[in-house]
């Protein structure tokens, strides 16, 4: 990162995004992300602990808390959002924005309890929106797999919820006492020559044809023309198995945090 922009002022924007099983990090100036990390969320981490991790990341990119406009927090993790909140105040001089139903968000959420929804799903939305323009569907490979429905003026439908494939791991493994971990990768070929390779082919393999499967359903509803986003950390994996996914962006939620956060300051 050059060492003369840090010295402009406070021109950087942090933004978090807080989920069950990753935290994600991004630094952006202006509209450009410099630099963007993935974290394991830990529930049981302290706010100073949390802190003190923020800074070593803002320290390797050579950005200080005083170099910060501002932080922009998407959380879907009620305890941790009070964490990151008191960790921004003590170690970053910083009251985050925090992305609920009330922010500003320039999309019509079509929902009959908007509140209910995720801030992660607006977050994806807007950027989706901006970004690539309607009817699009968001696949989120997260803790659950999301599907979310956007038509082509911009109004957020819904969409579907289904447990990650590291979800459907951990309850395969738990409930079948002879089957062992495995890692989460392909297997040499759809059909298993071993137990392991039968555990993994049936887990991604399957992930692929559910979002094979739930794009086409959606396309029924939102038009041929379809854009397709895959986001997440496990958007490349899938990606790679399937033609369903036409764009791939794993930090669409950052992006979308700093575009609600220049969206709600203007």
Known sequence: MDTQKT???RNYLLAVDIGNTNITLGIYLGDQREAAWRLATDHDRMPDEY???ILGLLEFTGVTPADLKGVALASVVPSLTRTFIAASSRYLDQQPFVVDETVKTGIQ???DQPHTIGADRIV???AVMAL???PACVVDFGTATTFDAITREG???GGAISPGVGIAADALF?????LSRVDLAFPPDVIGSSTIHAVQSGLMYGYVSLV???VARFRTVLGEDMKVIGTGGLVSLISAQTDAITIEAPWLTLDGLRMLWDMNRA
């Open 51 to 53: 802190g003190l991790q």
């Open 7 to 9: 010295q402009e002022g």
């Open 109 to 111: 959420i079509k929902l």
């Open 212 to 214: 094979e499967g739930m």
């Open 132 to 134: 690539y323009g309607g």
């Open 155 to 157: 109004d957020y439908l």
């Open 174 to 178: 738990q409930r079948a006492a002879k």
């Open 124 to 126: 994806d939305a807007v």
